[in-house]
């Protein structure tokens, strides 16, 4: 009797769910207190309506709590808050739900990772989804798997592709009605790319959409020399979903091999695209393609942001797009038509886009063998974190890197589950800097910048309390006012800031969550 | 204590450690003439810019010695050209596939089997103009000796080739690493410090000043942070030395091998 009494009221105390309906991911927009999809809701604007921090007291932000990983590796994890909880990915392989009073991990789950595992670039996380109970995230090892949301128990695995050919999983899944969706990496191993939709209670493949075509397929003709079988064309980010025509709407990455595009003539789709597929098919409705036949890797991986707009003197339906190779694209978001375009940084490979889109390549601009000087690096004009669209000042916000590289063209050999890479690149030491810029949506022009002495690496997120939170490989955290670009707030954390921030209400507060270096750093106002 | 033991042989047995892949590469010595002149051309493009177009040094290391201190057999060159080296400028190289680093390390092998290049010059009568005539030891330290302002040049024998140091001494500014650049910065109250660069970053800038002071400053305490690019605060020593004297010191520095 007196255990039922107890339970009793401690359900009646706490009483947090923790258990997140498909209705509410759809409308996490009315529940800011929670951070309920990768980029605050479907439509990737990484905005929050919450407003307690705001321009008036960003200057009294204070540390309310850290939280410290064990491994040395870039921690680029964007947290997901649900009820009381944060859910996070710890690089190479965790998931740790953390208390919000406290700061404490409560569970922590590991996946073991072979030893074998075939990665170009580091070993990153960038977050996990949830729905209903369970938590899902991507390993290294191109397994997705189910976690209890309560307890950290593994509820299924899915192996998505076979790690020895080069495939792993960095992104952060997305949730979409009963499905959950995962992209890929291994563009540099000449794997063929996909995103593919698993039901989310059982971890059954529902869909898969494959990104580079085969025979028989259409787009298979814009893969010269048979290179279609190594194209890579990988999708290492999470997307968006627009309800209003039920797309999924993602990114892809480079077409293989890098640099060296003499073995793969054509226009090698769907690499350097973003694709709309049907939510409940997975059948592509539209593409479009940013670079064809790409030659400096810039993979279209970054985060769709759907919005509204006027261009051209007609209300639209937008997709906001600052690409890697250094335009800002402003597409039709229902049936992928090239609207607008713009350089966002100094580009010296093209002298502009035509009618429909397409680059005008200048000739002598490829990768070559005594190399070929040309902006933007392979780091690109910005990279997969995250822009911002803030509805409050119609302005969409990019951390734009200006570097230029010298490129130069090498040859390959494919060898299944080896990197692939025809070449390379190498930085200019000098001329290299960074800055936060806020866009215009439907032209492109630049509203103001906030300059950054080297590029930066992380993401930023935008609030109705009329600010733009994000931070630079320099290791500051950073808030600046979102109309003008004025710095209002300043921590210096010593760890280079590789991710994207979150905000949330904490008991009725509201908190701003970024990692920094090896920390995890939890704001509030004093 | 069942349990326990069941937990640990299932543990084993469900999270098998595959071995490391660490498959002992071929001899560098097997290397045909297109190898070469494949990792030639990488070289030229991906190294000399910090080794010098002849691996003899610069920013980085000089290549065109026998033994290399961080990568003694062909094993650890290659590794040292894949993984780079952590804390350091040298950077992993993951875009090159694993034959093309063979073949660079095979090409960076020859550069050691070049002849030693002759030195003229003596020199003790070297270590004499070092400390005498041209007061080197007022910015430049050997094994912690001497000023702090400029490089440090206990091992410089090693790092820089005989010609990259003699037109180090008659042009300063010829190459002059990044690390050492020279600021004049000015505080919003009037006052004015030059000195070297320590480090910056978008709202800070350290530096150490002609009298060996660190300082630092918020930039929005100053009024105006000017750059010195290419400048250098080291005088041409063309007219303070003769051509002999010149030889002299360069010998002197050759000698520089980290030993005290």
Redesign the interface.
């Given at each position: 009797m007196r255990w039922a009494i107890a339970l009793a009221f401690a359900g009646a105390l706490a009483a947090p769910a923790q258990n997140v309906s498909w209705e509410r991911i759809l409308n996490s927009d009315k529940e800011p207190g929670n951070w309920l999809t990768y980029s605050g809701n479907l439509l990737g604007h990484r905005y929050s309506k919450l407003a307690q921090i705001n321009v008036s007291n960003a200057n009294r932000l204070r540390p309310a709590w850290i939280h410290q990983i064990g491994e040395a590796h870039k921690f680029e994890t964007s947290p997901i808050v649900v009820d009381g909880m944060m859910y996070i990915t710890e690089p190479p392989g965790m998931v740790v739900a953390l208390d919000l009073k406290t700061g404490r991990p409560v569970w922590t789950f590991k996946h073991p990772l072979p030893t074998d595992l075939r990665l170009c670039c580091g070993q990153p996380n960038r977050g996990v989804a949830v729905l209903g109970n369970l938590v899902y995230y991507g390993t290294l090892d191109a397994r997705l798997i189910a976690l209890d949301i309560k307890t950290g128990r593994k509820v299924w695995e899915v192996v998505m592709a076979e790690y020895k050919k080069g495939f792993s999983g960095t992104g952060a899944p997305l949730v979409v009605k009963d499905k959950v969706i995962s992209g890929i990496a291994g563009g540099e191993f000449g794997v063929r790319g996909f995103i593919a939709a698993y039901d989310a209670k059982t971890g059954k493949e529902a869909w898969r959409f494959w990104t580079v075509p085969v025979p028989g397929e259409p787009g298979v003709e814009t893969w010269g020399l048979e290179s279609w079988k190594t194209g890579a064309a990988t999708t290492w980010l999470t997307g968006a979903y627009d309800p209003e025509t039920n797309l999924v709407i993602w990114g892809t990455g480079n077409p293989g091999p890098d640099w060296n595009g003499d073995v793969r003539p054509g226009d090698n789709l769907y690499s350097d695209c973003v694709i709309a597929v049907d939510a409940d098919t997975g059948k592509l409705k539209w593409h479009f393609q940013f670079t064809p036949h790409d030659v400096w890797d810039w993979d279209a991986v970054q985060v769709p942001i759907l919005a509204e707009g006027v261009v051209h003197g007609q209300k639209r339906k937008l997709l906001l797009w600052a690409n890697r190779n250094g335009y800002y694209y402003v597409i039709d978001r229902v049936n992928g038509q090239f609207l607008h375009g713009k350089p966002f940084v100094k580009q010296t490979w093209s002298k502009g886009l035509d009618d429909k889109g397409r680059p005008i390549v200048i000739p002598g601009t490829a990768p070559s063998i005594d190399g070929t000087k040309v902006f933007p690096d392979i780091g690109g004009g910005t990279n997969w974190w995250s822009s911002s669209y803030s509805p409050q000042t119609n302005l969409y916000y990019v951390a734009a890197r200006e570097s230029g590289a010298i490129y130069y063209k090498g040859e390959a050999d494919f060898k299944e589950g080896s990197l692939f890479n025809a070449g390379g690149a190498r930085q200019i030491p000098d001329d290299r800097s960074g800055a936060i810029r806020a866009l215009e949506p439907s032209t492109g022009n630049l509203a103001w910048e906030f300059k950054l002495l080297r590029t930066p690496g992380a993401g930023i997120l935008t609030t109705a309390g009329g600010i733009a939170f994000t931070g630079t490989s320099e290791g500051d955290l950073i808030a600046l006012d979102a109309k003008n670009g004025k710095l209002l707030w300043r921590f210096r954390t010593g760890g280079s800031v590789n991710s994207n921030a979150v905000t949330y209400l904490h008991e009725g507060k509201q908190q701003i969550a970024m990692t920094a270096g090896k920390g995890l750093f939890i704001f509030e106002v004093e | 204590m069942k349990p326990v033991i069941f937990v640990l042989i299932l543990s084993m047995s469900?999270?098998?450690?595959?071995?490391?892949?660490q498959k002992p590469i071929e001899p560098l010595s097997k290397a045909t003439a297109d190898d070469l002149a494949k990792g030639k051309?990488?070289f030229?493009?991906?190294c000399a810019?910090c080794h010098g177009p002849a691996g003899n040094g610069g920013q980085g290391a000089n290549l065109a010695q026998p033994r290399l201190a961080r990568a003694p057999n062909d094993q650890s060159l290659f590794e040292v050209i894949k993984k780079g080296i952590p804390g350091t400028e040298m950077p992993t190289?993951?875009?090159?596939?694993?034959?093309?680093i063979w073949q660079t390390a095979a090409f960076v092998k020859t550069l050691g089997q070049l002849p030693p290049e002759i030195v003229p010059g003596n020199a003790s009568r070297g270590r004499a103009l070092y400390f005498g005539k041209g007061s080197c030891q007022a910015c430049h330290s050997i094994h912690a000796e001497g000023g702090k302002l400029g490089p440090e040049l206990s091992e410089i024998g090693i790092r820089r080739s005989a010609a990259h140091l003699r037109q180090s001494i008659l042009e300063p500014e010829a190459d002059f690493a990044?690390r050492f650049l020279f600021l004049r910065v000015v505080t919003r109250d009037g006052k004015s410090f030059t000195g070297v660069r320590l480090n910056?970053?978008?709202?800070s800038v350290q530096m150490m000043d002609t009298g060996e002071n660190i300082r630092a400053f918020w930039k929005h305490e100053l009024k105006q942070v000017e750059e010195m690019?290419g400048k250098s605060p080291m005088p041409s020593y063309k007219g303070t030395f003769t051509k002999d004297q010149i030889d002299d010191v360069v010998a002197f520095l050759v000698t520089l091998r980290g030993e005290k």
């Amino acid at each position: 009797m007196r255990w039922a009494i107890a339970l009793a009221f401690a359900g009646a105390l706490a009483a947090p769910a923790q258990n997140v309906s498909w209705e509410r991911i759809l409308n996490s927009d009315k529940e800011p207190g929670n951070w309920l999809t990768y980029s605050g809701n479907l439509l990737g604007h990484r905005y929050s309506k919450l407003a307690q921090i705001n321009v008036s007291n960003a200057n009294r932000l204070r540390p309310a709590w850290i939280h410290q990983i064990g491994e040395a590796h870039k921690f680029e994890t964007s947290p997901i808050v649900v009820d009381g909880m944060m859910y996070i990915t710890e690089p190479p392989g965790m998931v740790v739900a953390l208390d919000l009073k406290t700061g404490r991990p409560v569970w922590t789950f590991k996946h073991p990772l072979p030893t074998d595992l075939r990665l170009c670039c580091g070993q990153p996380n960038r977050g996990v989804a949830v729905l209903g109970n369970l938590v899902y995230y991507g390993t290294l090892d191109a397994r997705l798997i189910a976690l209890d949301i309560k307890t950290g128990r593994k509820v299924w695995e899915v192996v998505m592709a076979e790690y020895k050919k080069g495939f792993s999983g960095t992104g952060a899944p997305l949730v979409v009605k009963d499905k959950v969706i995962s992209g890929i990496a291994g563009g540099e191993f000449g794997v063929r790319g996909f995103i593919a939709a698993y039901d989310a209670k059982t971890g059954k493949e529902a869909w898969r959409f494959w990104t580079v075509p085969v025979p028989g397929e259409p787009g298979v003709e814009t893969w010269g020399l048979e290179s279609w079988k190594t194209g890579a064309a990988t999708t290492w980010l999470t997307g968006a979903y627009d309800p209003e025509t039920n797309l999924v709407i993602w990114g892809t990455g480079n077409p293989g091999p890098d640099w060296n595009g003499d073995v793969r003539p054509g226009d090698n789709l769907y690499s350097d695209c973003v694709i709309a597929v049907d939510a409940d098919t997975g059948k592509l409705k539209w593409h479009f393609q940013f670079t064809p036949h790409d030659v400096w890797d810039w993979d279209a991986v970054q985060v769709p942001i759907l919005a509204e707009g006027v261009v051209h003197g007609q209300k639209r339906k937008l997709l906001l797009w600052a690409n890697r190779n250094g335009y800002y694209y402003v597409i039709d978001r229902v049936n992928g038509q090239f609207l607008h375009g713009k350089p966002f940084v100094k580009q010296t490979w093209s002298k502009g886009l035509d009618d429909k889109g397409r680059p005008i390549v200048i000739p002598g601009t490829a990768p070559s063998i005594d190399g070929t000087k040309v902006f933007p690096d392979i780091g690109g004009g910005t990279n997969w974190w995250s822009s911002s669209y803030s509805p409050q000042t119609n302005l969409y916000y990019v951390a734009a890197r200006e570097s230029g590289a010298i490129y130069y063209k090498g040859e390959a050999d494919f060898k299944e589950g080896s990197l692939f890479n025809a070449g390379g690149a190498r930085q200019i030491p000098d001329d290299r800097s960074g800055a936060i810029r806020a866009l215009e949506p439907s032209t492109g022009n630049l509203a103001w910048e906030f300059k950054l002495l080297r590029t930066p690496g992380a993401g930023i997120l935008t609030t109705a309390g009329g600010i733009a939170f994000t931070g630079t490989s320099e290791g500051d955290l950073i808030a600046l006012d979102a109309k003008n670009g004025k710095l209002l707030w300043r921590f210096r954390t010593g760890g280079s800031v590789n991710s994207n921030a979150v905000t949330y209400l904490h008991e009725g507060k509201q908190q701003i969550a970024m990692t920094a270096g090896k920390g995890l750093f939890i704001f509030e106002v004093e | 204590m069942k349990p326990v033991i069941f937990v640990l042989i299932l543990s084993m047995s469900a999270f098998p450690q595959e071995p490391e892949e660490q498959k002992p590469i071929e001899p560098l010595s097997k290397a045909t003439a297109d190898d070469l002149a494949k990792g030639k051309r990488i070289f030229a493009g991906h190294c000399a810019p910090c080794h010098g177009p002849a691996g003899n040094g610069g920013q980085g290391a000089n290549l065109a010695q026998p033994r290399l201190a961080r990568a003694p057999n062909d094993q650890s060159l290659f590794e040292v050209i894949k993984k780079g080296i952590p804390g350091t400028e040298m950077p992993t190289a993951w875009q090159m596939i694993d034959r093309e680093i063979w073949q660079t390390a095979a090409f960076v092998k020859t550069l050691g089997q070049l002849p030693p290049e002759i030195v003229p010059g003596n020199a003790s009568r070297g270590r004499a103009l070092y400390f005498g005539k041209g007061s080197c030891q007022a910015c430049h330290s050997i094994h912690a000796e001497g000023g702090k302002l400029g490089p440090e040049l206990s091992e410089i024998g090693i790092r820089r080739s005989a010609a990259h140091l003699r037109q180090s001494i008659l042009e300063p500014e010829a190459d002059f690493a990044e690390r050492f650049l020279f600021l004049r910065v000015v505080t919003r109250d009037g006052k004015s410090f030059t000195g070297v660069r320590l480090n910056e970053d978008t709202f800070s800038v350290q530096m150490m000043d002609t009298g060996e002071n660190i300082r630092a400053f918020w930039k929005h305490e100053l009024k105006q942070v000017e750059e010195m690019k290419g400048k250098s605060p080291m005088p041409s020593y063309k007219g303070t030395f003769t051509k002999d004297q010149i030889d002299d010191v360069v010998a002197f520095l050759v000698t520089l091998r980290g030993e005290k």
